[in-house]
């Protein structure tokens, strides 16, 4: 059995200093770090045995971590994990990692500290290192995300067909000059390789396209930037609820109305996008399915923990509204 001490060993640190790595202290430099990580990977260590003993008597609790919780996509899924998991008899402990890979790392050990039975989670990390604390015995289901590298139970959506459709929509409806605003994460970047997919094949040159951060306050300078163009989109599709709103404030003081003068199109059918008028044409998650799943695959990989591990790739769906009128020829 891979000893604390060996981690020490193989990253050339003290005992201490791999101890506060492992309860993510301060006081530990970021090469110290990183030389410790990727010792614990190498070697395969463990740690937590205790808990890990612990977690045999069946803890009733799962750990929630959602990458931003002011997302109301992350708020649903959220509401939605918990009502299933209270059908089950499980609680659920609820934590925002705010897209900060630390805080993330910060969670993933408290989760462990409390001997939760199970963790499900919208990963801010794109690689595998923060969850090199997990071992191969705790159920992990993530969501929305994946992470290359990291064999565990995945439910996501196709995002570049979605967005491939969705931006065929705009262009079937005579949209020519249709701007991309798209977040710096995942889901993001595949968004943004269906959308520029759907672009190319329509024989149109490359699009304006804008990457940021999921915020209202990017949306709207990203929007702010390409409304002073020329010539000026006269559609934008914006791969983020938040990024839309942010969008429509900057259009709204531009005086222009949607969809006469400009198009919208998103991904996440929040509530008000159908009471806002025009309101918006979207790619509707399934946020219900979502949330079913993944405490369906954390209940089935608590009973049976050596069953191989599922990648669920569900559809989005078209949700057409007026912020897309089709456009005169």
Same mark, same amino acid.
Request: net charge neutral; charged share 25%.
């Given at each position: 059995?891979?000893?604390?001490?060996?981690?020490?060993?193989?990253?050339?640190?003290?005992?201490?200093?791999?101890?506060?790595?492992?309860?993510?202290?301060?006081?530990?430099?970021?090469?110290?770090?990183?030389?410790?990580?990727?010792?614990?990977?190498?070697?395969?260590?463990?740690?937590?045995?205790?808990?890990?003993?612990?977690?045999?008597?069946?803890?009733?609790?799962?750990?929630?971590?959602?990458?931003?919780?002011?997302? %109301?996509?992350?708020?649903?899924?959220?509401?939605?994990?918990?009502?299933?998991?209270?059908?089950?008899?499980?609680?659920?402990? !609820?934590?925002?990692?705010?897209?900060?890979?630390?805080?993330? !790392?910060?969670?993933?050990?408290?989760?462990?500290?409390?001997?939760?039975?199970?963790?499900?989670?919208?990963?801010?990390?794109?690689?595998?290192?923060?969850?090199? !604390?997990?071992?191969?015995?705790? %159920?992990?289901?993530?969501?929305?995300?994946?992470?290359?590298? &990291?064999?565990?139970?995945?439910?996501?959506?196709?995002?570049?067909?979605?967005?491939?459709?969705?931006?065929?929509?705009?262009?079937?409806?005579?949209?020519?000059?249709?701007?991309?605003?798209?977040?710096?994460?995942?889901?993001?970047?595949?968004?943004?390789?269906?959308?520029?997919?759907?672009?190319?094949?329509?024989?149109?040159?490359?699009?304006?396209?804008?990457?940021?951060?999921?915020?209202?306050?990017?949306?709207?300078?990203?929007?702010?930037?390409?409304?002073?163009?020329?010539?000026?989109? *006269?559609?934008?599709?914006?791969?983020?609820?938040?990024?839309?709103?942010?969008?429509?404030?900057?259009?709204?003081?531009?005086?222009?109305?949607?969809?006469?003068?400009?198009?919208?199109?998103?991904? *996440?059918?929040?509530?008000?996008?159908?009471?806002?008028? %025009? %309101?918006?044409?979207?790619?509707?998650?399934?946020? *219900?399915?979502?949330?079913?799943?993944?405490? *369906? !695959?954390?209940?089935?990989?608590?009973?049976?923990?050596?069953?191989?591990?599922?990648?669920?790739? &569900?559809?989005?769906?078209?949700?057409?509204?007026?912020?897309?009128?089709?456009?005169?020829?």
């Amino acid at each position: 059995m891979v000893r604390i001490k060996d981690v020490a060993n193989e990253a050339g640190v003290s005992t201490a200093t791999v101890s506060r790595v492992l309860s993510n202290k301060p006081y530990v430099t970021a090469e110290a770090r990183e030389r410790v990580m990727a010792a614990i990977k190498k070697l395969g260590y463990r740690p937590n045995q205790i808990a890990r003993s612990l977690r045999s008597q069946q803890t009733t609790a799962l750990g929630l971590i959602v990458s931003d919780v002011c997302n %109301p996509f992350f708020t649903d899924v959220s509401r939605l994990v918990e009502d299933c998991a209270y059908k089950e008899g499980y609680s659920v402990f !609820l934590c925002n990692s705010d897209e900060d890979d630390k805080k993330e !790392l910060f969670y993933l050990q408290q989760m462990l500290d409390k001997n939760v039975a199970g963790i499900i989670i919208s990963p801010t990390q794109k690689t595998p290192e923060n969850f090199a !604390l997990l071992g191969i015995d705790l %159920p992990v289901v993530l969501y929305d995300r994946s992470v290359k590298g &990291l064999d565990v139970d995945t439910i996501i959506i196709d995002n570049e067909d979605s967005a491939y459709q969705l931006a065929k929509h705009l262009i079937d409806n005579g949209y020519k000059r249709i701007a991309g605003i798209f977040c710096d994460v995942s889901t993001g970047y595949e968004r943004q390789v269906g959308f520029e997919k759907a672009i190319k094949d329509a024989g149109y040159d490359a699009p304006q396209l804008i990457v940021t951060q999921p915020r209202i306050e990017k949306g709207y300078i990203a929007a702010k930037k390409l409304l002073n163009t020329s010539p000026r989109p *006269d559609a934008v599709f914006t791969s983020d609820s938040l990024v839309l709103s942010g969008v429509m404030q900057a259009i709204n003081e531009s005086g222009l109305k949607v969809p006469d003068e400009i198009g919208l199109a998103c991904f *996440d059918d929040v509530a008000w996008m159908s009471l806002v008028t %025009p %309101p918006i044409t979207v790619i509707r998650q399934p946020t *219900d399915q979502i949330a079913r799943m993944a405490v *369906d !695959l954390i209940m089935q990989r608590i009973e049976n923990p050596s069953q191989a591990s599922l990648h669920v790739v &569900l559809k989005g769906q078209l949700i057409v509204r007026g912020s897309t009128q089709t456009r005169p020829a």
